[in-house]
């Protein structure tokens, strides 16, 4: 069973920053890609930044510049390195995942909180 870890979260005053990890456990072939989507009350889910195995990371417009997406692909982890965070940041972050066991499926992680205070 895939289960994704996430840890990271919290409060921190505008302008501040945080940096976020998620982790992938279980029997699985690899890891195609790992990102991270946020969603803030009365809003859809939103893609933030991802990342696939290779290397190749896609930011969304509104944190381009502040925030940084980076992987280990030997620990199966991805971080979100948060700069300049703004009261608009302030979400619950999810983890995402393409894993490939018997077959490519896509897991999430629990959620973590994100509050930028002004």
């Known amino acids: 069973q895939v289960q994704l870890v996430e840890s990271g979260g919290g409060l921190v005053q505008a302008g501040g920053s945080l940096r976020l990890s998620c982790t992938a456990s279980?029997?699985?072939?690899?890891?195609?890609?790992m990102g991270w989507y946020r969603q803030a009350p009365g809003k859809q889910r939103e893609l933030v930044a991802g990342?696939?195995?290779?290397?190749?990371?896609n930011y969304a417009d509104s944190v381009k510049g502040r925030f940084t997406i980076s992987g280990d692909n030997a620990k199966n982890t991805v971080y979100l390195q948060m700069n300049s965070l703004k009261p608009e940041d302030t979400a619950v972050y999810y983890c995402?995942?393409?894993?490939?066991?018997?077959?490519?499926?896509?897991?999430w992680g629990q959620g973590t909180q994100v509050t930028v205070s002004s």
């Open positions: 995402n995942a393409i894993i490939v066991t018997s077959y490519r499926g896509q897991y």
């Open positions: 279980g029997t699985f072939f690899s890891v195609n890609s």
């Open positions: 990342i696939t195995s290779g290397g190749i990371t």
